[in-house]
């Protein structure tokens, strides 16, 4: 198996950390991003004493001189980028009356403007390779309605509609654009009392990284392009 350099934002709690685990024990080497620097050592001293290859990387993706740095730093140290997972992302659950402009500035910040300066800082050597892989955590909410979810769903649709344009002019250069819009993963991202009452029902994140890396480990002439994965029993 040739090993791959692979890239995942939001990596230091939930569903980014188990894409991470996913990568690695598959035999990739992980550069692991987020903002909380002892979280991303953990992971990484983790997979080292399992005796793979991963490095931590501290970056804010409201920053773009934050996510430069970081495809800078990662591309010094391993060469390349095979492989960016657009996963870092936040949410406020807050009806639409409540919802105020910082809220808004947060969420599209963090989950569309982080996605698409992390792209853009990755895909100019991926088009001199003519080969990569761009993959999207999305959500179920960027194309079905919830309440109080206004803002986040905005941002999830936003990028939803962004990789699908980009998907089109990237075909031509080998480079793969995929999404996957989970729906409820019992992570951090749900108020505590939530996920205690639908603990059962959620998916977890460990499924969504193997899904991840299902996406990825396909043959070259192979693109999935969206997956949709929800709680068997709906959602919530
Ligand atoms: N849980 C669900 O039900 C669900 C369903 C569908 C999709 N998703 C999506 O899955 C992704 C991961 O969320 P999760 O459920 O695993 O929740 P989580 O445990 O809260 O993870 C969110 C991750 O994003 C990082 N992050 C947040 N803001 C950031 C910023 N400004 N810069 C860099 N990193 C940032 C956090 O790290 P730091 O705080 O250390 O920076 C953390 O690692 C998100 O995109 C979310 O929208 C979740």
Redesign the pocket.
């Known amino acids: 198996m040739e090993q791959k350099v692979i890239w995942v ?8 950390k188990e894409i991470a685990n996913a990568f690695s024990k598959a035999g990739h080497i992980v550069a692991v991003s ?3 620097k002892s ?1 991303l050592v953990k992971i990484v001293s983790e997979i080292k004493f399992a005796d793979r290859e991963a490095s931590a990387f501290v ?4 920053s773009e001189r934050s996510i430069q740095s970081t495809a800078k730093r990662i591309m010094e140290k391993y060469g390349r980028i095979d492989c960016l997972i657009n ?5 406020v659950f807050k009806s639409f009356t409540d919802t105020k402009s910082f809220d808004y500035d947060m969420v599209l910040n ?2 569309l403007r ?1 996605a698409f300066l992390c792209i853009k800082s990755v895909l100019p050597q991926m088009i001199k390779k003519k080969k990569g892989h761009i993959i999207n ?3 179920v909410a960027a194309n079905t309605a919830f309440e109080n979810s206004a803002v986040y769903s905005a941002s999830k649709a936003g990028l939803l509609a962004l990789s699908n344009c980009l998907r089109e002019e990237v075909r031509r250069y080998n480079i793969k654009i995929s999404n996957i819009l ?4 019992e ?4 108020e505590s009392k939530a996920r205690q009452r639908y603990k059962n029902r959620m998916m977890q ?1 460990e499924d969504i990284g193997k899904i991840v890396y299902d996406i990825y480990n396909q043959p070259k002439r192979v693109l999935i392009e969206d997956v949709i994965v929800r709680p068997l029993k709906g959602d919530i």
Do not use: D, K
């Not at 970056?59 to 409201?62: A, F, L, Q, R, T």
């Not at 989970?182 to 993963?185: E, H, N, R």
């Open positions: 934002t939001g990596a230091s709690t939930g569903i980014g987020a903002r909380r979280r970056c804010n993706v409201m996963n870092a992302g936040s949410t963090t989950n982080g955590v999305l959500s989970p729906g409820a993963v992570t951090a991202m749900w994140p």
